[in-house]
């Protein structure tokens, strides 16, 4: 695995799906997992298109965290060689028009 393919991917995947929504986001675009635990559209649509991306580099399970949350079996998938993605760590941040951040992505093997 080629890691400045993966970064291209992450850097990619945020200039599409996030730095266009920051500081735009309408109360539409924002919904609640829990009772402090927001998810935007920008954490969707980011995993959404890194899920694909990553697929195309190393065709792996992708575990990521808004798609784990309605779906913990998913997590299952972690048992073997995964992706594992937060689209949007910082949402709270991201959705008030805070800095304070980032795309992570990780590759487990085997667990």
Request: glycine residues 8%; proline residues 5%.
């Amino acid at each position: 695995m080629d890691v400045d393919i993966v970064a291209e991917a992450i850097r990619e995947a945020e200039a599409a799906t996030i730095a266009p929504r920051f500081r735009a986001l309408t109360d539409d675009d924002v919904a609640f997992k829990g009772p402090d635990d927001p998810v935007t559209i920008a954490d969707r649509a980011c995993e959404a298109m890194l899920g694909a991306s990553l697929r195309m580099i190393d065709d792996l399970p992708v575990v990521g965290e808004e798609a784990a949350a309605v779906d913990p079996s998913l997590l299952a998938a972690t048992d073997h060689d995964a992706w594992i993605v937060d689209p949007l760590d910082g949402t709270k941040n991201f959705a008030n028009g805070w800095g304070g951040y980032a795309v992570m992505v990780a590759r487990v093997r085997s667990g």
